[in-house]
Each structure stands twice: as structure tokens, then as C-alpha cells.
């Protein structure tokens, strides 16, 4: 009942949000209506990041407890945040294509770093599918997931030097719109929409949540299930071997 | 039938100070995909006593061996080695147990001896030590001749013998064998059952699981029984079964999701 | 003896151990080099006979060359132990597991080398690129850029060696990270040909050191885990 309340509250959330950055907050000098996809575009991919990062701390908790639940929290984090990535590559193509003219810009790092977490998470997420036994899958996903995550900056860093260690600045540049010249109707606008988007993040969080661990109880019965099976059909040879003369 | 004797156990040292048994599980079963390797083995050994673990093919020994080994864990139940919690400590079980499997665990592009040599050196010997350790279990087993020869050029039978080799470089109280004497010769059987003997002379603690009933029996102080993952039954001195605990599930499983 | 002195025999003893049964093994080692000269010779005809053009994609087709042939190297390294059950008993023996990743991690950086070392000539002479005079850069480039792929792939090998479809999960799981150290490697060999004129050589090293430290931690910190079951 909590959850679904949380639920709501995240749908209206992201309704005032949405309503606040298209038609309250003013267009951007520079680039214009374009400009607005950047609040969901950043709030996503900052949820990402928690996500991926939830990801890696479950993973070690598990490590440590080898408690079953902080798998399924650690499953939760992963998937939530490949679809906020997936959400942030998106929205950067949109906003891409009016700013630079082209959908995929190899000099954004933002984006070309969201690509390669994409590709991160979803190799965790098929890695996952092809481990059976649950211990040996929550062991072995931490792993994935804990290298994953200390990649992350490392990726983030060697992209940005990528781009030109002594390059200056682009106009335009997605990064350069939260520093503090930047006009704070604009920030208060993201700030919103992350909250938002957070709440949202909270819910599916929540809800992946409790699916793991149904799954997880459902395998669990189907494993005590064949453990009395084998012993019903031993406890029933043993009598027959008995009534046999 | 199962015994159905209940035994509460003590997990530190025995009711009177004895020492704690060299084996203790308590329910344990291993799941295999969908089949149960395993369904609920409590067995009690005590220290120094030879077992042999019997059964048709698909009974559990290689599983049970295995769990007892630290190779697989189980998926439900417990296990203790002289009183340590083996799934909690495995590094420490690992000190005290030697295992020979079906497979040779050596490596085909080193000798017999490069690869003893190695396994010396893994198990604690230190430098001078190792080339002497390794060459004297070779020629314990009886590979001498070959010792400078590739591995991968071995058969079967030989290959054995090199893995009991390894078992006489290690310095363990609880021995587990598996099949010990299949594919090797008269004279590799007779030194299967001379190892045997003298484990047993010294108070080393040894599980060996054989279709050769006849032979390991003439080793051993007690039978175990195994069909379809449970104790069929138990024979002679030193080893108790105890009754099949209910499957309990793991603590993850118990807790109830709020909705 | 001390704790540390152990460990180090131990990694050494299986670092040698590996060492000994890939030379002796020698087709895969060469078969593995082989390869990886092939992808050098393929990707100049894929990118035509312009052989301006070639010079210029040299550096990263090189390190394009070295990824793809230390994926198949690392594989090896676990494929090996996985024979006849060695993995299971390399598991069972009472030795820290930082050790044995440090043994393992060792010799791929060892094969690494090796792969990397005999690649640089077939890039120079294929693609016409003067490697010779700035062999020391390049050389530390190598070596960082070897260590870093092993640490990853050891840890990564070690994780896929005994399930299904691990020809395919590998490289899906490997190649996004150790992205970073392409990119690194790429422009050190980028910069340290071409005398390094903008001085950015020291910065994309730092990174390499970086990325090797981080990774040989990550992995001596979770090999054990991979090991058991």
C-alpha cells in the first residue's frame, strides 16, 4: 500500500516537473526550446549513477552477509539504472540533433561515457541470466558489478581528456549549463525534476525489488520441492524392497 | 530404511570431552539444475576410522565427497571437519583435507614431476623441500621411470597414481577418495589398499566411496549406504546417521515481502 | 617463513608453472600471435591501399590487434586449468587467493607482453610507421597497457571459465572495460610516435598506471570469490 502511494506521488511529480520545464521555465537564449530536454536528460543519468552505485554496494554487502536479499537489491539497481541510462542516451540524441546537428556527437563525453555504461550493465544484466545456482550467481554478479563501477570514472575521465587536453570549452557544451552562471530558474527547474525523477527511481526501485525476492521464493519452494521429492520416492523403494519377499 | 536416531549435536567437542567427529554434516543436499544430487545426508564419523561410502551410480557419493572436499557447497544443511564450520571456514578445511577425484587435477604440458613439484609447493612445502617430498611420492606410487615425462603422454592408470601421490604429499587428518581404484592395475590396487592401511594405522580419518565393495570393506571400520541422495544404511563402528532433519529455508526465503 | 614471502612463491610457482606449459604448448601461443597479425593484415585491407590513412589508424588498429588477441590469451590461461579438473584443485589447495590472481595475473601479463612485444614490428613494417625511435615510451606504454589487461582479464577469464556460452560472454563483459585503457594506450602510441608534441604523453601514461593499479586491486580483492563455487 506504501509503495503504490509512493507510486502516485512519483507520477504527479514528474506531471508538475514535465509541466514546469516545458511551459514555466523560460526557452534558453542560446538554444532555444532544445535546450528543455536537458532536465529529464540529466536527472536520468544521474539516477544512473546511483543506480549502478546501489549496484556495487549491495554487490559487497553480499559478499560480506551472504544475504540473498542484497542480490535482489543489487539486481534492482542494475536494471532501474540501464534504463535510466538508456533514457539519458536517448534524450542526449534528441537534444543532439538541433544543437550539433547530428544524433551521436563523439566529443560529448556525457554521452559517449553512457554508451559504454549501456554496455556495462547490460553485459551484467545477460551475465546474471546465465548463472543458475543463486549463490554462485550473487557471488559472481558483485564481482561484475563492484569492476563495473570503479571502471566508471576511469571511463568518464579518459573520455573527457579524450576530447582534447587542451582544448577550450565548446558553446554549447551540455556540461558547462549547471555551473553557477548559469540562471537558477534553470537549476531550481532540474532540481525538480530530479526530485522527481528520484521518487520515481524510489518506486521502481521498490517494486523490482519485491519481484526479486517472489522470484527468488518461488525457485526457492521448486528447490524444497524436488529435495522432498527425492526423498518421497527413496522413503517409497525402501518399502517396496521391504514387502518383496 | 534410514535410522531415525535423533542426536542433538554438539558442535565444539563431544558430550564428555571427547574429541569433536572428524565428520559431521547435518542435512546436507545439493540441487544440480533440477535434480537432487543430495536430498538430506547426516552422517556422524568419528575420528580415525575408515568409511566406505557404497551405492549405484547416481546415489550422491562424488556430491557428498565433493561438499566434504569444500569443492561444491551445499545447497541446504551443514558441515562440520573436527569441530570447524567447513562452510563458514572453508580455508581452514582446506589445511586439513585431501581429496583425490575423478579427474587428476594435473596439468598435461609439465611432467609428472614439474606438476608434483608445483602441487608441493602449493601445499606448504618450502623451497629445499619440495623437489625432495614430490620425487619420493613418485616413486611411493611408483612412477619413477616416467617422472620427466609430459603428463599429457600418461593414461588413466597413471594418471591415478600421480594423483595419489599428491594425497602422499599433503599432510591432512581427514582423507576423501573417490573411486580410488578404478582404472588402475592389479599392482595400483594393491597400493590403493596399502595407502589405505596405513592412513588408517596412523588415525587419519578416510571416506573412500568404491564400487569394489569387497575390497574397500577389508579396509574399512563402517559401511555407508547411499541410494537416490540419502543414507540407505549404516554398518560397523564409528559412524552414526542421523535422522532426516526437515529441509529448513535459507534465512532470505523465510522473510515475508510487505506488499 | 612470512606471510608475504608465501605468497610470493606461490604466485611465482604458478606464474611459472604457466609460463612452462604455454611455451611447451607452443601452437597455442603461436596460433594466438598468428591471429592477431592477421587482424593487423585484414584491417589494411579494409581500410584500402591509402597508405597515409593506414599510418594514421595504426596506433589504434595495433592496440585493436592486442585486445582481441588477449582475449583469446587470458581465455587460455583459465582454459588450461579447467582441464581435467586442475581449476577444482587449484581452488582446494590452502593458499591465500591473492596469491594464485597474482600468479595468474602474472603470466598474462607475461603472454601479454609477448603478444604486444611481436606486434609493434608487424605494425612498422606493415603500415609503414617509424616505430624505432621512440621504443622506450612505447615500450612502458606496452608494459602498463599489458599489466592492465591482464589484471582485468585474469579476474574475468576466471569468472566465465566454467559457464555456458563463455566464448561470447568474455568480450561482452571484458571489452567495455578495458575501454578506457584503448583509449589510453591509443593515444600514449599516438603521442610518443609522432615525439610527443602537445606533451600529453605523461597524462594518458598516469592514466594507464591508474587504470592497472585500480583494476590489480579490484581483482586480487574478488579472485577468491570467483574461485569457489
Known amino acids: 500500500m506504501k509503495t503504490r502511494i509512493l507510486g502516485f506521488a512519483a507520477l504527479l511529480a514528474v506531471a508538475a516537473a514535465t509541466v514546469n520545464g516545458l511551459f514555466i521555465v523560460p ?90 555504461l549501456l554496455a556495462l550493465y547490460a553485459g551484467y544484466l545477460l551475465f546474471r541470466r546465465l548463472t543458475d545456482d543463486p549463490h554462485r550467481r550473487a ?87 524436488r529435495i522432498s521429492a527425492a526423498r518421497r520416492s527413496f522413503i517409497t523403494e525402501s518399502i517396496t524392497e521391504e514387502a518383496a519377499p | 530404511m534410514p535410522q531415525t536416531t535423533i542426536y542433538v549435536a554438539p558442535r565444539l567437542g563431544g558430550a564428555h570431552g571427547s574429541p569433536p567427529p572428524a565428520v559431521d554434516t547435518d542435512g546436507l543436499a545439493r540441487l544440480f539444475g533440477r535434480s537432487a544430487a543430495l536430498a538430506g545426508v547426516s552422517l556422524r564419523i568419528e575420528a580415525g576410522r575408515t568409511v566406505a561410502l557404497l551405492g549405484p551410480n547416481g546415489a550422491g557419493k562424488t556430491t557428498l565427497l565433493r561438499i566434504l572436499a569444500t569443492a561444491i557447497r551445499p545447497s541446504f544443511g551443514g558441515l562440520f571437519i573436527d569441530g570447524v564450520d567447513a562452510l563458514r571456514h572453508p580455508e581452514i578445511i582446506r ?37 625432495t617430498v614430490a620425487d619420493r611420492a613418485i616413486a611411493e606410487v611408483g612412477l619413477a621411470p616416467v617422472a620427466d615425462d609430459r603428463v599429457g603422454t600418461f593414461s588413466a592408470g597413471m594418471r591415478k597414481r600421480l594423483a595419489l601421490a599428491r594425497l602422499l604429499v599433503a599432510r591432512p587428518s581427514l582423507v576423501l577418495l573417490d573411486e580410488p581404484h578404478a582404472a588402475l592395475d592389479e599392482d595400483g590396487m594393491g597400493l590403493v589398499d596399502r595407502l589405505l592401511g596405513l592412513w588408517h594405522e596412523f588415525g587419519i580419518t578416510v571416506v573412500v566411496a568404491s564400487h569394489q565393495a569387497d575390497r574397500v570393506n577389508r579396509a574399512a571400520d563402517a559401511t555407508v549406504r547411499l541410494h ?26 523465510a522473510v515475508r515481502t510487505s506488499r | 617463513m612470512s606471510a608475504l614471502r608465501r605468497h610470493a612463491t606461490i604466485a611465482l610457482a604458478i606464474a611459472r608453472k604457466d609460463a612452462l606449459a604455454e ?99 608487424v605494425v612498422a613494417i606493415l603500415y609503414g610507421v617509424p616505430l624505432g625511435a ?79 593499479i585500480v583494476m590489480l586491486i579490484a581483482g586480487a580483492a574478488t579472485y577468491g570469490f570467483l574461485l569457489e563455487d
Request: glycine fraction near 12%; avoid cysteine; aromatic fraction near 10%.
Open chain 1, 139 to 225: 557471488a559472481r554478479a558483485a564481482v561484475v558489478g563492484l569492476i563495473a563501477a570503479i571502471d566508471i570514472p576511469i571511463v568518464h575521465f579518459s573520455v573527457i581528456w579524450w576530447r582534447g587536453l587542451h582544448q577550450g570549452p565548446t558553446i554549447g557544451d551540455p556540461s558547462k549549463i549547471l555551473n553557477p552562471s548559469a540562471p537558477p530558474l534553470f537549476v531550481l527547474a532540474l532540481m525538480g525534476m530530479l526530485a522527481a525523477f528520484t521518487l520515481v527511481w524510489g518506486y521502481l526501485m521498490i517494486r523490482r525489488y519485491q519481484l526479486a525476492r517472489t522470484e527468488w521464493q518461488i525457485e526457492e519452494h521448486g528447490r524444497l520441492g
Open chain 3, 23 to 121: 611455451l611447451r604448448g607452443r601452437q597455442a601461443v603461436g596460433s594466438t600471435i598468428f591471429f592477431a597479425a592477421l587482424v593487423l593484415l585484414l584491417f589494411g585491407f579494409a581500410l584500402g591501399p591509402d597508405s597515409g590513412r593506414l599510418a594514421e589508424a595504426a596506433p589504434g588498429l595495433l592496440w585493436l590487434a592486442i585486445v582481441f588477441g588477449g582475449l583469446l590469451t587470458v581465455a587460455r590461461l583459465h582454459q588450461m586449468e579447467a582441464d581435467d579438473g586442475a581449476l577444482e584443485q587449484l581452488a582446494l589447495y590452502p593458499v591465500d587467493r591473492r596469491a594464485v590472481y597474482a600468479g595468474k595475473a602474472l603470466a598474462g601479463a607475461g603472454a601479454m607482453l609477448l603478444l604486444g612485444g611481436l606486434l609493434f614490428p
Open chain 2, 228 to 253: 537416490g541422495g540419502l543414507v540407505a544404511d549404516v554398518t560397523g563402528n564409528g559412524v552414526r546417521a542421523g535422522a532426516l532433519a526437515p529441509v529448513i529455508p535459507t534465512q532470505a526465503a
Open chain 1, 27 to 116: 526557452a534558453d537564449l542560446n538554444q532555444g526550446d532544445a535546450q528543455r530536454i536537458m532536465y529529464p536528460h540529466v536527472a536520468s543519468a544521474w539516477l544512473a549513477y546511483l543506480s549502478f552505485g546501489v549496484t556495487a554496494m549491495a554487490g559487497i554487502g553480499y559478499l560480506v552477509r551472504r544475504d540473498l536479499r542484497l542480490d535482489a537489491i543489487a539486481l534492482a539497481g542494475a536494471e532501474v539504472g540501464v534504463m535510466f541510462t538508456a533514457f539519458a542516451i536517448w534524450g542526449g540524441m534528441m537534444w543532439g540533433r538541433p544543437v550539433w546537428g547530428v544524433f551521436w556527437q563523439w566529443e560529448d563525453p556525457r554521452l559517449t561515457t553512457t554508451a559504454l
Open chain 3, 134 to 212: 621512440a621504443w622506450l615510451p612505447l615500450a612502458v606504454t606496452v608494459v602498463l597497457g599489458s599489466v592492465g589487461f591482464a589484471a582485468v582479464g585474469t579476474a574475468y577469464a576466471g569468472l566465465t571459465v566454467r559457464m555456458r556460452a563463455r566464448e561470447v560472454m568474455l568480450p561482452l563483459l571484458m571489452l567495455p572495460i578495458v575501454a578506457p585503457l584503448l583509449l589510453a594506450a591509443v593515444k600514449a602510441t599516438v603521442a610518443a610516435v609522432a615525439g610527443d608534441p602537445f606533451g600529453e604523453l605523461g597524462a594518458w601514461l598516469q592514466l594507464l598506471v591508474g587504470f592497472d
Open chain 2, 95 to 131: 589445511t586439513r583435507v585431501a581429496y583425490l577425484s575423478h579427474a587428476s587435477g594435473m596439468y598435461d604440458d609439465l611432467t609428472a614431476a614439474e606438476n608434483l613439484r608445483f602441487a608441493a609447493t602449493m601445499l606448504g612445502w618450502s623451497g629445499s623441500e619440495v623437489a
